[in-house]
């Protein structure tokens, strides 16, 4: 479906949100001259325009925005149209109180900042309904708007809802997932702490609690979130589909940064998926948490060419500290997410705010205007972009997968693990910069999908595994696959529920091996391996089972005990590493090259290489000119003929056909 986007604007989508109700006629058709000069072909209109949109209840006003998108329309430019039900007017909190979200801790939401609605809720169901429909009838025969942009981040900042039709709705969600009281006592392991329930009606959200709640509570709390706005986006969009079926209809995701909507499951509800992103400012390597997202944008996508729907030109407003971009980088950011599958370069937001909360965000037009080196940077890279149309609609493969399910994050990270620092994103992390910079292109994973187009498995943090996922990964190594798997996976079902047995026990025939005990490490403190690395927050009694030791720990809780195994099984291999190993690029390597994963040698490791349909990417991130020997050809970005080797200035991109 992208590419009905991207083939109607003849190239790569560029653009951005762009808010005209926060402006006087005068500044807006300024606006549009500018656009043009910047090369953008595509805008989000009306995200957050609920208020204008609909005044008063039922009232709808679409006439300031049919001149908006007229305008836009004769100057070229396409519309992403925004339904704006992330932010309900204030006449819609007054007159529906209750609809204000109550979080944990039992405090009610007010009105003044955005997403302040209760998913659950069927009055504010009923009015996004009221205006999707409204709009989507009003503008379903206008040639401008190419895309639907249902709401604004569902999830974020916080998904989670505590009131009274929370309550009642998570009630009828349990019924319909157990049936009977019975199931869900023996999933919930209800009989601990004398938590048996006789009537659905005894049972509440997990609200804050002096001690901690039920896991097996909370962890359906958080399913039951996600699918809670999947109702309200699949709401709006069948309404959207009705009327105007060619037009295919996403919503923004934050792949990688929205912990509490399990996009798996949102994923197939879209027609298109996209992506925002915004760098975590202070951290040095920001561009490998980038390319994670991208690479997650992609595989939720399914391969398929997804939309970055917004990140910055510069600072964002809402860190400790607001860095803003240094020279060239807008341009990697920009073509390391199109290297990975993007068909669209897009900002939050078009024009610098002048008020409201978000002022002193970063935008393609700064406060400073046109008289400065982030226009110049904008102008040049809109110019760039339109080079770059020849990759629009082909794909990124990938040889490597890391498994990534967002009910293993939610499970894991709730309370009473046996280490504080047992974290989701700080293994998956890890290992997806080693294999960054072990120049592997990765694509993730649910560990119960198709598996056999990879060479290598990852999962580094896979502690919550069903059956199925667990057979799915032995069937897998069975038939010549590579898995690698971190400690502290495999330990529990998808109710919370120990597997059998000693631990792992989804893992433990995959494996080969079983753990006796945990032996989490104090904070910051180190063992030793038997090849000189370092292990540090987890050591654990490894008992090979079939399993051969790789790597013994030296020191530590476990010396003498393996700490690194590896175990042959049918056709395939699986390694276990049980420590946070400190050298994880050597122990990549090794497996990737186990596996005969094909990748480029003897690169630098800030050397971004990924290859696009019959486009090698080539991303210097280091302060030193570097020269491959491969790919040879033509730069798309500047034309430049490499027929032999190819060199990348310091801080430079080039797109090799
Ligand atoms: C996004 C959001 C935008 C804007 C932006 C600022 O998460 O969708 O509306 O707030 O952050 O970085």
Not at 23 to 48: I, K
Not at 573 to 580: D, K
Request: with cysteine; glycine share 8%.
């Amino acid at each position: 479906m992208v590419d009905s986007i991207s083939t109607r604007l003849g190239g790569l989508a560029y653009g951005g949100d762009y808010n005209p109700e926060q402006w006087p006629r005068q500044v807006q058709e300024e606006d549009v001259a500018l656009m043009r000069a910047a090369g953008v072909n595509l805008v989000s209109l009306g995200v957050f325009a609920w208020a204008r949109l609909e005044p008063a209840p039922g009232r709808y006003e679409f006439g300031w925005l049919d001149e908006i998108i007229d305008r836009l329309h004769a100057a070229g430019i396409a519309v992403d149209l925004g339904t704006p039900t992330a932010a309900p007017p204030p006449w819609f909190s007054r007159a529906y109180p209750h609809t204000l979200p109550v979080n944990r801790e039992g405090v009610r939401i007010g009105v003044g900042g955005r997403q302040n609605a209760c998913p659950s809720s069927p009055e504010y169901r009923a009015a996004t309904a009221g205006i999707a429909r409204a709009l989507a009838e009003h503008y379903r025969d206008h040639p401008a708007v190419v895309l639907w942009h249902v709401h604004n981040e569902y999830g974020a900042p916080l998904g989670e809802c505590y009131c009274e039709a929370s309550v009642a709705a998570f009630r009828a969600w349990l019924r319909a997932i157990y049936g009977d009281l019975d199931a869900l006592n023996e999933a919930w392991g209800a009989d601990f702490w004398s938590q048996r329930y006789g009537d659905w009606d005894e049972i509440d959200v997990p609200r804050a609690n002096h001690t901690a709640v039920n896991p097996a509570q909370r962890l359906d709390f958080a399913r039951f979130t996600s699918d809670e706005h999947l109702a309200c986006f699949t709401l709006q969009r069948d309404i959207l589909r009705a009327s105007t079926p060619h037009t295919p209809v996403t919503t923004n995701f934050m792949t990688a940064n929205c912990k509490s909507m399990d996009l798996w499951r949102w994923a197939p509800e879209v027609d298109v998926v996209s992506n925002d992103h915004y760098l975590t400012a202070e951290r040095p390597d920001n561009h490998i948490e980038l390319a994670l997202s991208a690479d997650l944008s992609r595989s939720l996508a399914g391969g398929a060419p997804w939309l970055l729907m917004e990140h910055s030109t510069g600072a964002v407003n809402w860190q400790p500290r607001n860095l803003a971009k240094r020279p060239g980088e807008l341009r990697r950011n920009s073509l390391a997410h199109v290297a990975r599958g993007s068909d669209s370069v897009l900002f939050f937001q078009w024009r610098a705010s002048r008020y409201g909360a978000e002022k002193f965000h970063s935008a393609m037009l700064p406060q400073a205007g046109t008289d400065s080196q982030l226009w110049r940077d904008v102008v040049e890279l809109g110019a760039q972009l339109r080079e770059l149309a020849p990759v629009r609609g082909s794909r990124v493969a990938a040889e490597v997968a890391v498994v990534w399910d967002w009910e293993s994050f939610w499970a894991l990270e709730l309370e009473w693990r046996p280490s504080v620092d047992l974290r989701f994103r700080e293994r998956v992390d890890a290992y997806y910069e080693a294999l960054w910079r072990e120049h592997a292109t990765v694509d993730f994973v649910h560990p119960a999908a198709d598996l056999s187009a990879y060479r290598l498995v990852v999962a580094p943090s896979a502690y919550l595994l069903g059956e199925v996922a667990a057979k799915n990964l032995c069937r897998y190594v069975e038939s010549g696959g590579h898995l690698l798997v971190s400690y502290f996976s495999g330990i529990v079902d998808e109710h919370e529920t120990v597997h059998p047995g000693a631990y792992p026990g989804a893992l433990r025939e995959v494996l080969g091996l079983s753990i006796e005990e945990f032996h989490p490490l104090r904070e910051g403190e180190t063992v030793e391996l038997g090849d000189g690395s370092r292990g540090a927050v987890w050591s654990e009694r490894v008992r090979p089972a079939g399993a051969v030791p790789v790597v013994d720990f030296a020191a530590g809780p476990d010396a003498g005990h393996p700490a690194v195994t590896r175990h042959d099984l049918g056709r395939g291999t699986a390694w276990y590493v049980a420590t946070a190993v400190d050298r994880l690029r050597p122990l990549l390597a090794r497996a990737l090259d186990t596996a005969g994963v094909r990748r480029p040698h003897g690169l630098p490791d800030d050397l971004e290489y990924v290859r696009r349909g019959d486009v090698v990417f080539l991303i210097n991130h280091g302060d030193t000119e570097v020269v491959v020997s491969e790919p040879s050809g033509t730069d798309l970005l500047d034309g430049s003929v490499w027929p032999g080797a190819v060199t990348i200035p310091p801080g430079g991109v080039r797109a090799i056909r």
